[in-house]
């Protein structure tokens, strides 16, 4: 989650709570012009202001960075997430598979044609 999004959730759960940027401002004790320039992605997120906001929008600290709370998630998250994970798994063994198969046909080839560069080699020594 990058600050962006976190600011994203703070100016959206603060203006579902119908408080304002001067209030906020107020309450964590820095002026409405730092508060702005704080929910435009100005300035960085400290975590003690970030807790603070947190209390006064009487969330948790993982609802307002993720703009969720995460009980509120639904349990198939986890499933599609695995699911969509051990398909990827999946798919990057049989690339392996593949390439490993390439691997040992480059390396008959190369045999083979060690071979025949010896029978070449041997056959032009007979002849000298």
Do not use: C
């Amino acid at each position: 989650m990058d600050n962006i999004s976190i600011k994203n959730n703070i100016r959206k759960i603060r203006k579902a709570r119908k408080m304002t940027q001067e209030a906020m401002a107020h309450s964590l004790g820095i002026s409405v012009t730092a508060y702005r320039d704080f929910e435009k992605g100005k300035t960085s997120v400290l975590s003690e202001t970030f807790t603070k906001v947190a209390a006064m929008l009487d969330i948790s600290t993982e609802e307002l960075l993720l703009g969720y709370k995460p009980e509120q998630a639904k349990e198939g998250k986890m499933e599609t997430l695995k699911l969509e994970y051990s398909k990827r798994i999946d798919e990057l063994e049989m690339r392996v598979k593949e390439q490993d198969r390439l691997i040992r046909t480059l390396e008959e080839t190369v045999e083979s044609k060690n071979e025949i560069i010896a029978m070449l080699k041997k056959m032009l020594g007979k002849d000298k």
